[in-house]
């Protein structure tokens, strides 16, 4: 509701009776302080789901609305609370209701005009928002009547009712939808008040006002009743003008971004002061208006409002004092909390306004307490005096143009609060004869007079540096005004009487109303990219317009240079040019805003291009003309971007200079890291700090960049434990052949478009990108290609890199690209990337002494533009080699070493993947199957950092049980050896030596496995595995095995055992380095290209002649390999098995059934198979209790059939109890074997124990029965005996013992003597 | 205006008297450190003292204020500054004074408890049992004993109160209550200098009573009324002079609140915390053999506890409730201080339960115990029980006596009592020593709990070659190396914990006491 309506929560209560009063008092309070919490609620709620800039536009337009409704409320609310109230106190109804209609009628006649006006001014402006703002006026003053109506009648319920709906229905229909543009929010809060309207009408039924009828209506009543309003009128005229004036000043020059962060600073300090007011209203004010009204003596009753007022005086003080340091200190804090982060730019201006709560604290106390002495002229004088300083100090700043129109209005907020606040004060003392408080505004004046002289004296100041003086220095004082006020002191002011209040009010009004209403959103254009043709000419001696259109005509850019010398006449626009000393302003066309500034200018040999662009959220680089030139105002003055060149922008063999020195102080992608490590946009500023270096570097002036460096200097922990973002980013392209710029806009390293951070192949778009529509520099991209580049290479390190030092680089040191084919089209078909981890820079508890180092080494087949194979290695070894940059060196591989390097060294682990379904381009390297793979628990990088580190115990095959659809991957948990890989002529596939295993996923459905089971570094077991779409449960399966002299094939309906002479590798090689390489291992794949699908074992089996033994519905299981070519496997022959007349011994005998086939020294066999036949042991030494026991398994397996995945299970048990798991281990115990197995076992206690190990295997348990009785012996015992002896052995007991009685006995004795038993209790010694 | 007991100016007799009995006093506290230090034979070590030998050596090697590598505390640099300027000018080693010398300075404590209480007591039979209570005390003599920054800390806010009191008794003579506002003024900077936040947290304790005042002391407390006025600021500069130490004077005690997030926690931080002290006895009940044992140790603090907010609610229900006058000015005050640290101690209970901080509510029980024992004794001095006078004599004596010994074997941790181990033995620290000249870079397991890791680091410092002496759980995924003696295998047998070592390991180190086991390898990877 409006300030007024609040106003009069203590008028009427004026006092029948104590508990009337009381009752009134304790009910409105409440209402007054939900109200307020309900709005602040609303106001944060609103604000935190806008963008800022819609923020903005609606603090705009509520801003205008509470104009509009004070305006056209002419306090008519106040009339009617108190005139109904007389009529109602002596029950006249008659007269109270030719009042109610009286009052009611003219309320509703203003409000056509304030319809019409809001209407004709959304017709002007094409913005219905100014009908829906003057709809909204009109209702809520008609509620607000309402209100007052029921407050005249003393109808304290339904006020308190009809106060609440509103907020409460804004609230809700904020919350159910109505939030999402500024629109949608007037709307729910015109909804909301026709709610009230509605409801204010239907409470009128039994409340003595009668059916309306036009002889109720009196001019003589209106005529009467509006005088007795005007004074609180204007005070809250005043108020809501000074509140808004800011905030509508600022959206009609259209700066809703700027109206938005104000507002927000605007609302955090009268936070305090809103909830003051109900309290003050319903509390302070009855009780002084008791003491002025009553009849004692004029001194008492002075001294009685003085202690009174005094109390308030003393509290608002102390409160405002701590909200406002609590601002001061942690504005971020405070505007996190209420508003979320996307407010946080408004820091300084809270900080700088943080003050001002104090002395809006209080002005609502001396307020109240100056109407209650009646004394109303005051309070206008002061807000007036507020009204006039706040304009007169925005407007004239903003003309003279040397501050941030934001901090501006805040100093002038503050100024203005404090000197309103201190004339109603002096004026309060004045008249309370001398009152100690005033000594605080003595205190304030010059706290504030330094506070702002600091902040006038240091306008180019950026917003951090006020933050850092102006905190301390305002807090500081603020703290000694604390100990100011309390010391007492009289103080006395004489102060003019200022006269002829109305007229200046009524000029003022005059002056600032007009501005509120001259704005109109404005349209932008979004460009696409397009080549330029430009056309301009000379406006002036020194001003050049151009006019660039793209090729495709989708965009204009406007540009208006401004020389600092005299343009060269009577040549063409191009020879106009000045990158030298000049300020470009460069638009695009329907949007008359400047996009970004061009500052070129000059100092000695080197050449500065400073480049602004909008700092506030409006799309608007501010500036403004002096002498004739222009001057950014954008940022106070701060550059986001400074290029500087040496010798110019371009080099005396007229090719462009690449050696820059770029710095960044802004919200903008300056490194790769930037993008996705950590929120630029919300962490970087535009504050004065750096935020990124970048620096470029052409050595023999060649035209191309050859590297750059960039240093990340975010506002993040420098210490790359804590913060992982790259510090120092290198690309190098030591060749020199980077693609020449495009795309630029008249300044070669200027885009027109916003493309990419990385540059794409063959070309090199401008570096400095601005989203044009925004007017923002959104990124400055690769100088360098880290990526799109054969010969190129980047670092991105963790550890910062200082220049002029020989640095200890890591993370991915280096990343490189090779073209080993030597096609030459721009395209790497080659890439070594190393990732390496320094000593002890390992994360949390995984930190190790040793370097670790992951290198993924990926490439193609052929020169296609993709990847097919990978190694990726991991390895403990230091790193030994430099590379080395004219301004620094780094320790790393030089990329043209890198690939003999790699191939040179033993590594500890790998694994090797192929990209079977192509095709496969990435921009780096295969990120499937590296030996960073994360184990089934989710841990990354498992290999590398926990396993070959030793920190663990277990080797993570689980991290390769799986592979993506369409890769083939193998891996070696122990490699140990150079990264060899050779070529299966079985399968015709390149293989990694010595793996362990490998799995290639053919289509998520079916897979195979490879397996060495001979551990001779070949595979030898190829099996195929698919779930069927009939029935998933049941695999399809077809294996094949390379051992000895035979290959054993099944696929479920046969066996067949070939006997054949197969090597085991076709060629062994390594990765490729160079181009022979690369070609030679190409041309030896496609020699040994086959056509077989790698599904068909039997056609891999009948690449090979020899004498077949086939067995028809048979299978084997269970394949080992033994020593020496050796192998065996159980052969289950069904019912209608077949076999070959006489090819083995005896086979013609064989009936269905297992058998084991063995090949052992040249032989094969065959022998019927028997069951697992187990035999066990338990090692029977004592053991102890509290401590980890080790209890030895020995089991053997006397049968014919092996036992593959069986569990053993080790129980305990007292005697007379029941068994319990100590533990179990998964075991396989071939035929005719034995294993012995540690199980560790803690007792919980001495004495007997029965040990029984039990082994499950496919759901039997075949061991169970045996158990061995032990002894636990008790817990070992310390070389001393006893813990007493080990307690006391180093001390001697006597002294343990003469002290602690000396000690007891010296207390006990001071006691004794001390403690008084009789006489005086304060003794008089 | 008050505190109409001043004692005489001169009054030799008594005098010698007061020095005779404060002699005593000191005697006795000397006689418990004594005890405390012989206990073990020097050989004990805790926590917090093995951290600040730790810092102090570092402070040592590289000269400076806040210095540029290595640990630096963030919370002040009196205490490393002191320390290194005794072990320069005498020659200890910082061990030996750490762990020989210090604990004896306890004595220092006395001498400000005395002149505290002497004015808070008003009467010299109040004083010696207020100072006697307090240093029966297991709580207050912990902090006191152990070789940390409390033993300066504790003494400095006695000093402090008691610069305050005698500004207020002097303030109708403005040139006299000068140089004792000025000394307060020192003593509390001197204060923060040892440890900001125990100073931030004696100011808003301060802060609190001064906010109480005002309602309270208009309800019937008889106070300086100028003098009270004049407290609010005196507390508002001492907030001042935290502030500025903290973020200007001595820029690492800003460490600890920069990282804290919201305005809660760094409150909590600031105003109700305390430095760490994991080990204080009374908080740990597991700590001790049996529940019943800690209750009987902890009965002095109990006792004193109860006694003294019984005393402090009578006198409220006497001057808020009945309107009867106080006695004295300093009573008043003494009152409101206690109803201060109170409040500042249920805050931090409540910042307990809501999981901000960690034992606040232990931290500050010495603060406490300093207001508590001069309730306590001034009622004992003015106490007249009109029967059995000499029974009550005799009892209370004999009480006495044993709350001395309760505290005293409290304090020392007694191992007969506690389960937490404060010694060790020469074996030990030899074990830790040759594995530290013989191993680098590598993990230790030495004991159930912090035991022989902070025994090491108070006697030897750092690890030379870069090794983590740890306890409590094992790292299993990155230990290689156990230590194992015969102190262990007896906590082992205390605790009923189970000795973390795998069997087969192997012995590298064997010296009868202590043996140091190392794990085999079980990957190729594993040297």
């Known amino acids: 509701m409006t300030v007024q309506s609040k106003n009069q929560g203590g008028q009427i209560a004026k006092p029948d009776g104590k508990t009337a009063l009381a009752k009134t008092t304790i009910l409105m309070s409440f209402v007054s302080a939900l109200m307020v919490f309900l709005n602040a609620l609303s106001g944060f709620y609103v604000a935190r789901n806008l963008i800022p800039y819609e923020y903005g536009r609606l603090t705009y337009f509520t801003s205008l609305f509470l104009v509009v409704s004070l305006v056209f409320g002419f306090g008519l609310t106040v009339s009617a609370i108190q005139h109904l109230s007389r009529y109602n106190a002596v029950k006249n109804y008659s007269e109270l209701n030719r009042m109610f209609y009286s009052l009611l009628l003219m309320r509703l006649s203003v409000l056509i005009p304030l319809l019409l006006l809001s209407g004709c001014l959304s017709l002007i402006t094409g913005d219905e928002l100014y009908f829906l703002v003057g709809l909204a006026a009109s209702l809520s003053v008609v509620a607000d009547f309402l209100c007052g109506v029921f407050q005249g009648l003393q109808q304290i319920w339904r006020t308190a009712l009809l106060y609440l709906l509103q907020p409460i229905a804004f609230i809700a229909l904020l919350v159910a939808g109505l939030n999402h543009s500024s629109k949608s929010v007037i709307l729910a809060l015109e909804l909301s008040f026709g709610l009230g309207c509605l409801l204010g009408i239907l409470l009128l039924w039994g409340t003595g006002i009668a059916r309306p009828l036009l002889k109720f209506f009196s001019l003589l009543h209106i005529k009467d009743a509006l005088p007795i309003s005007g004074q609180s009128y204007i005070i809250s005229l005043f108020q809501t003008l000074y509140y808004t004036y800011a905030l509508v000043w600022l959206g009609s020059l259209n700066q809703y971004g700027e109206a938005a962060l104000l507002n927000i600073a605007w609302t955090l300090v009268r936070i305090l002061p809103l909830g003051l007011t109900p309290l003050l209203n319903t509390v302070l004010f009855p009780r002084l208006r008791n003491l002025v009204i009553s009849t004692d003596d004029l001194n008492d009753r002075k001294k009685a409002v003085s202690n009174l007022v005094a109390i308030y005086f003393k509290g608002v003080v102390v409160l405002g004092i701590s909200v406002s340091a609590l601002m001061a200190f942690f504005p971020e804090i405070v505007i996190e909390f209420f508003y979320t982060s996307k407010y946080l730019a408004t820091a300084p201006i809270l900080v700088i306004l943080a003050p001002t709560v104090l002395f809006l604290g209080l002005e609502p106390l001396l307020t109240v307490t100056l109407i209650a002495l009646e004394k109303t002229m005051l309070p206008i004088m002061a807000n007036l005096l507020r009204l006039l300083l706040v304009g007169v100090i925005g407007l004239g700043g903003y003309m003279l143009g040397s501050l941030d129109l934001n901090l501006l209005l805040a100093l002038a907020y503050l100024l203005s609060a404090f000197a309103g606040t201190a004339l109603l004060a002096f004026y309060y003392f004045r008249m309370s004869c001398a009152f100690h408080p005033g000594l605080l505004f003595g205190f304030a004046a010059s706290s504030m007079g330094i506070a702002a002289t600091c902040r006038l004296l240091l306008p180019e100041i950026s917003g951090d540096f006020i933050v850092r003086l102006y905190r301390p220095a305002v807090s500081g004082l603020l703290m000694v005004g604390i100990a100011v006020v309390f010391l007492r002191q009289d103080f006395k002011f004489n102060f003019p009487r200022i006269t002829s209040a109305k007229k200046i009010g009524a000029l003022a009004l005059l002056g600032l109303l007009p501005l509120t209403f001259i704005a109109a959103p404005t349209q932008s254009t979004a460009l696409a990219q397009s080549d330029l043709n430009c056309s301009g000419a000379a406006q002036s001696p020194r001003i050049l317009k151009l006019d660039c259109l793209s090729e495709s005509a989708t965009a204009n850019f406007l540009i208006t240079m401004y020389s600092r010398i005299d343009l060269p006449p009577a040549v063409s626009w191009e020879k106009q040019l000045n990158y030298e000393d000049s300020l470009w302003l460069i638009r695009v066309a329907n949007d008359e805003r400047v996009k970004l500034a061009l500052d070129f200018h000059r100092e000695g040999k080197m050449q500065y291009a400073d480049l602004y662009d909008d700092g506030d959220g409006d799309g608007n680089v501010r500036y403004d003309l002096y002498a004739g030139s222009p001057r950014i105002l954008e940022n106070q003055g701060r550059w986001t971007v400074r290029v500087t060149a040496q010798e ?313 049980s799986h592979i993506q659809a369409g890769f083939r991957g193998e891996y070696s948990l122990n490699l140990q050896a150079k990264p060899y890989l050779y070529f299966s002529p079985v399968d015709h596939k390149l293989h990694l030596l010595k793996a362990d295993g490998g799995i290639w996923n053919l289509d998520g459905q079916s897979e195979i496995s490879y397996t060495d089971l001979d551990h001779d570094g070949y595979t030898d077991m190829w099996r195929y595995t698919s779930l069927t779409p009939i029935d998933s449960t049941i695999p399809e399966i077809r294996q094949l095995n390379l051992a000895g002299d035979y290959l054993v094939y099944q696929d479920g309906s046969q066996v067949l055992l070939r006997k054949a002479q197969v090597k085991a590798f076709s060629f062994v090689t390594l990765p490729p380095t160079n181009q022979t390489e690369w070609e030679n291992l190409g041309k030896k794949l496609k020699e040994q290209q086959t056509s077989f699908q790698p599904t068909d074992f039997k056609a891999m089996l009948n690449q090979f002649e020899g004498q077949d033994i086939l067995f028809s519905h048979a299978s084997f299981s269970d394949f080992r390999s033994l020593k020496n070519g050796s192998f065996r496997f159980i052969l289950e022959l069904r019912e209608a098995f077949h076999s070959q007349d006489k090819a083995l011994p005896g086979i013609t005998d064989l009936k269905p059934g297992n058998y084991v086939v063995e090949y052992l020294d040249g032989t094969l066999r065959i022998t019927p198979s028997t069951p697992p036949v187990l035999s066990i042991a338990l090692s029977t030494q004592p053991k102890r209790y509290l401590e980890q026991n080790e209890v030895l398994i020995a089991i053997n397996n006397d049968g014919g059939e092996d036992i593959t995945e069986g569990q053993l299970e080790l129980w305990v048990s007292r005697p007379q109890e029941e068994l319990r798991l100590v533990s179990s281990q998964t075991i396989s115990l071939p035929a005719k074997s034995k294993i012995s197995l540690p199980f560790i076992w803690t007792p919980s206690s001495a004495g007997l124990w029965l040990l029984t190990p039990k082994l499950n295997y496919k759901n039997e348990v075949l061991l169970g029965h045996v158990s061995e009785q032990i002894t636990v012996l008790p817990e070992k015992e310390a070389s001393s005996d006893s813990i007493a002896q080990i307690l006391w052995a180093d001390t001697n007991l006597l002294f343990v013992l003469l002290c602690l009685v000396a000690i007891a006995t010296l207390g006990g004795l001071v006691f004794w003597k001390y403690w008084q038993t009789s006489g005086q209790a304060h003794d008089a010694e | 205006m008050l505190n109409r007991q001043k004692p005489p100016r001169s009054n030799p007799p008594q005098v010698a008297t007061n020095y005779l009995v404060c002699s005593t006093l000191v005697g006795y506290v000397l006689l418990l450190a004594i005890y405390y230090v012989g206990r073990y034979g020097g050989n004990w070590a805790e926590l917090d003292s093995s951290v600040l030998s730790k810092i102090t ?453 064997d010296n009868g006491e202590a043996q140091l086991h190392r794990l085999y390898p079980k990957t190729p990877f594993q040297d």
Request: contains cysteine; neutral net charge.
């Open chain 2, 57 to 509: 050596r570092n402070f040592i090697e590289n000269r400076q204020l806040v210095p540029n590598s290595g640990e630096v505390y963030p919370n002040g640099y009196s205490y490393q500054s002191l320390t290194t300027f005794i072990t320069i000018l005498t020659g200890l080693a910082v061990a030996d004074l750490q762990q020989l010398v210090y604990p004896l300075t306890a004595i220092l404590a006395v001498l400000p408890a005395w002149l505290l209480y002497y004015e808070l007591t008003g009467s010299l039979k109040g004083t010696i049992l207020a100072t006697l209570l307090l240093f029966t005390q297991p709580e207050f003599l912990f902090v006191l004993f152990r070789s940390s920054h409390e033993k300066f800390t504790r003494s400095l806010m006695l000093l402090s109160l008691f610069f305050l009191v005698k500004s207020f008794e002097k303030q109708r003579h403005s040139g006299k209550s000068i140089p004792y506002v000025i000394l307060f003024y020192f003593a509390i900077y001197t204060l923060m200098s040892f440890n900001n936040l125990m100073g931030a947290s004696f100011i808003f304790a301060l802060f609190l009573t001064a906010v109480i005042a005002v309602p309270v002391g208009k309800r019937g407390l008889q106070l300086w009324h100028q003098a009270l006025l004049r407290f609010r600021y005196i507390v508002l500069t001492c907030l001042v002079l935290a502030y500025l130490f903290t973020f200007y004077i001595y820029p690492p005690a800003t460490h600890d609140l920069v990282f804290l997030r919201n305005i809660w926690d760094r409150a909590i931080a600031l105003f109700l915390s305390t430095p760490k002290e994991p080990d204080i006895p009374v908080s740990d009940l597991i700590g001790w053999i049996n529940p019943i044992v800690y209750l009987l140790l902890s009965l002095s603090t109990w006792l004193i506890t109860l006694a003294a907010f019984g005393i402090w609610l009578g006198m409220g229900w006497k001057w808020l409730v009945k309107q009867e006058k106080p006695d004295s000015s300093v009573l008043s005050f003494v009152w409101l201080l206690y109803l201060g640290f109170g409040i500042q101690g249920v805050l931090s209970w409540v910042a307990d339960k809501s999981g901000s901080g960690g034992h606040l509510v232990y931290r500050l029980f010495p603060s406490i115990s300093l207001l508590s024992v001069a309730l306590v004794g001034r009622f004992l001095a003015n106490w007249k029980p009109h029967n059995y006078i000499r029974v009550w004599k005799v009892g209370l004596a004999f009480a006495i006596a044993c709350l001395a010994f309760v505290s005293i074997l409290k304090v020392t941790n007694e191992p007969a009592l506690s389960n937490k181990w404060t010694f060790y033995s020469i074996s030990e620290l030899a074990a830790l020593d040759w594995t530290d000249k013989t191993i680098q870079y590598s993990q230790v397991w030495t004991d159930f709990d912090e035991r022989l890791s902070v025994a090491y680091a108070i006697a030897r410092g750092e690890s030379k070659n870069h090794n983590d002496f740890y306890g409590y759980e094992l790292r299993e995924t990155i230990t290689r190396y156990l230590l194992d003696t015969s102190l262990n295998r007896l906590r082992s047998k205390r605790l009923q914990k189970v000795m973390p070592f795998p069997p087969g390991t192997l012995l590298i180190y």
């Open chain 1, 648 to 960: 110019g922008w371009w080099k005396p063999n007229g090719k462009l200079n690449f050696n820059l020195d770029i710095l960044v102080d802004g919200s903008l992608r300056g490194s790769y890291g930037s993008g996705f490590i950590y929120d630029y946009k919300k962490l970087l500023k535009n504050d004065g700090q750096i935020d990124f270096e970048i620096h470029v570097r052409d050595p023999n002036n060649s035209g191309f960049p050859k590297y750059e460096w960039r240093q990340d200097r975010s506002p993040l922990p420098e210490d790359p434990s804590i913060s992982g973002q790259y510090r120092t980013e290198i690309n190098a392209n030591f060749e020199g052949n980077e693609a020449p710029i495009s795309g630029a806009l008249l300044w070669p390293y200027l885009s027109q478009i916003a493309g990419n951070y990385n540059k794409g192949y063959n070309v090199s778009a401008s570096p400095i990108q601005v989203d044009w529509e925004k007017g923002k520099i959104i990124q400055i991209s690769e100088f360098v290609a880290s990526r799109a580049k054969p010969g190129n290479f980047f670092v991105y390190s963790l550890n910062r890199i200082k220049e002029g030092e020989l640095n200890s680089t890591n993370f991915e040191n280096p990343f490189a690209f090779y073209d080993l084919s030597g096609v030459k089209d721009g395209w790497p078909d080659t890439a070594i990337r190393f990732e390496a981890a320094l000593p002890f820079q390992l994360p949390g508890d995984l930190s190790i002494p040793k370097p670790i180092n992951i290198l993924e080494y990926a490439w193609g087949k052929e020169h296609n533009h993709n990847l097919t194979y990978q190694v990726s290695l991991c390895g403990t070894k230091p790193i030994d080699q430099i590379i080395s940059f004219p301004e620094f060196s780094i320790k790393a591989v030089p990329p043209q070493k890198l690939p003999g390097w790699v191939t040179g060294q033993n590594w500890d682990a790998a694994t090797f993947v192929e990209v079977e379904k192509q095709p496969y381009w990435t921009s780096e390297i295969i990120y499937e199957w590296t030996v960073e793979q994360a184990d089934s628990k989710g841990r990354e990088k498992v290999l590398p950092w926990r396993y070959i580190t030793g920190l663990e115990n277990t080797p993570p095959a689980d991290a390769f």
